[in-house]
């Protein structure tokens, strides 16, 4: 006899295959309206869901845990981040949590090296020279941009990620250099011709270029302090496609004012989606509206991991995307 269907709120809307697939397989109650949750249907959506399908709109903090019904076994984020998920209160409830790694590893690399462009050549600017009628002729000391090739780019974070950047950014003709907790597989760092730096200070005083590709956790809130910020060379250029958490956006807007630092490329904000108003109107500042897995793919991919973790957890077996693998 097969398992009983699981019930399966989403909290948002999701690709229509995903959805279809999603009614077909689970007692699936799909968000039509698509309008973020507010925190009494969060409330209301752990008291009746098995399964509870976020997004990063929704904080799954620990009290909306431990309000919790008996009957919710299991969220199922839709993203790889998770900092908007109190996992610690999840495992004491013995909730299982699940993401999806992996799928959105190349877009979300694919972006970043995009905004590394976009600021070094001011791609943004120029598109917008055009669309204003405002181009006059070439000039050949008109609106010249950073050349990118033999450039150090240091990489913060070299997970799947950052990893995927690193190859762009050889493709690119730039020096790979990386800060991670602990280096990756010398095969790895050779196939990346990639260069570690134990001392995060020290690898941002010398980069031309700064990715952020790590997760934002309680170890890297305002990883990039005033402090930091201020190790930069003024020629530097910053991008974050990973979290905004990461940096001290006041702090990065006083940079940007003060011109101790080149240019920007934001895909994360620490208060999304408020902007630091600092931040805004730079010609030297791009910034994305949260785009980095944002592909026709790779949400339908994102979707099919969200129910290959649901199908298995009702199939009664462990869903492969555990957080953390311990758990069940
Ligand atoms: C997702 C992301 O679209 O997966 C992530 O961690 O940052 C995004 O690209 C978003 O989290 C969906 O929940």
């Known amino acids: 006899m097969s398992n009983p269907r699981l019930k399966v709120v989403l909290t948002r809307r999701l690709p229509d295959a995903v959805e279809t697939r999603m009614r077909e397989l689970f007692d699936a109650e799909l968000n039509l309206k698509d309008v973020p949750f507010d925190r009494a249907a969060l ?5 009746r869901a098995d399964v509870l399908v976020p997004t990063i709109t ?14 919710l076994k299991m969220i199922a984020n839709f993203g790889a981040g998770v900092d908007h998920i109190d996992i610690d209160a999840a495992v004491a409830r013995q909730i299982i949590v699940t993401n999806t790694p992996g799928v959105l590893t190349e877009d979300t690399a694919d972006l970043a090296m995009s905004l590394i462009l976009a600021v070094s050549r001011r791609i943004v600017e120029g598109a917008q020279v055009v669309a204003e009628g405002r181009f006059e002729g070439w000039t050949p ?3 010249c941009g950073r050349k990118l090739w033999g450039k150090r780019l240091g990489i913060v974070g070299m997970g799947r990620i950052g990893q995927a950047l690193a190859r762009r950014a050889r493709a690119f003709g730039l020096q ?6 602990k280096p990756v597989s010398p095969r790895i760092e050779e196939e990346l011709g990639a260069t570690y730096w134990d001392d995060l200070d020290q690898m941002l005083s010398r980069m031309d270029l700064i990715s952020l590709n790590c997760p934002a956790t309680k170890d890297t809130h305002h990883l990039l302090s005033a402090e930091r910020l201020a190790r930069l060379q003024p020629h530097a250029i910053l991008v ?3 979290r905004g958490e990461l940096i001290d956006e006041a702090a990065l807007s006083d940079a940007v004012a003060r011109r101790g630092i080149a240019g920007v490329g934001l895909d994360v904000y620490e208060h999304e989606p408020a902007i630091h ?6 010609p030297n500042v791009v ?7 944002a592909t026709l793919e790779a949400r339908q991919d994102m979707g099919d991991r969200v129910i290959a973790n649901v199908m298995t957890f009702q199939n009664g077996h462990r869903p492969p995307d555990r957080v953390i693998p311990a758990m069940l």
């Open 287 to 293: 910034l994305l509206p949260h785009l980095g897995s």
């Open 58 to 71: 929704d904080e799954i903090d620990a009290s909306l845990i431990a309000g919790a019904g008996d009957q």
């Open 176 to 181: 790979v250099h990386y800060h991670n907790r």
């Open 240 to 242: 974050n496609t990973a």
């Open 43 to 47: 409330e209301a959506a752990v008291q």
């Open 141 to 143: 000391t008109w609106m």
């Open 277 to 282: 108003p600092g931040l805004l109107g730079h």
